[in-house]
Nanobody, 125 residues
């Protein structure tokens, strides 16, 4: 079992920045990819970004490229998402996800095995 807990969400004006973090605990083994997803009002959950165990492999949804940066600190069991140039369309609940053994290139939610409870990000215009 793996437990995940997100933090760092909040209300920000358009053009602003936020940094999300995710704390992982439990049966964490080397080689696991992690990712961020989001779910906006009335929308399905969608892939945002993912990262491999070493941190040298990252993958982003087109709509966040150049604005968001995913990173991880394995010593601290932490995953991060730096979000810059936020716009109202980024308003969503953001979820941290842990893959039990899949590739970090997976963008489908079903490829991830553990999820956090989510943190709300609201961007005002």
């Amino acid at each position: 079992q793996v437990q995940l807990g997100e933090a760092g969400g909040g209300l920000v004006q358009a053009g602003g920045s936020l940094r999300l973090s995710c704390a992982a605990s439990g049966s964490i083994f080397s080689g696991n990819a992690m990712g961020w997803f989001r779910q906006g009002p009335g929308k399905e959950r969608e892939f945002v970004a993912s990262i491999n165990w070493s941190g040298r492999g990252t993958y982003y949804a087109d709509f966040v490229k150049g604005r968001f940066t995913i990173s991880r600190d394995n010593a601290k069991h932490r995953l991060y998402l730096q979000m810059n140039s936020l716009n109202p369309e980024d308003t969503a609940v953001y979820y941290c996800a842990f893959s039990g053994g899949g590739t970090y290139l997976a963008t489908a939610a079903r490829r991830y095995d553990y999820w956090g409870q989510g943190t709300q990000v609201t961007v005002s215009s």
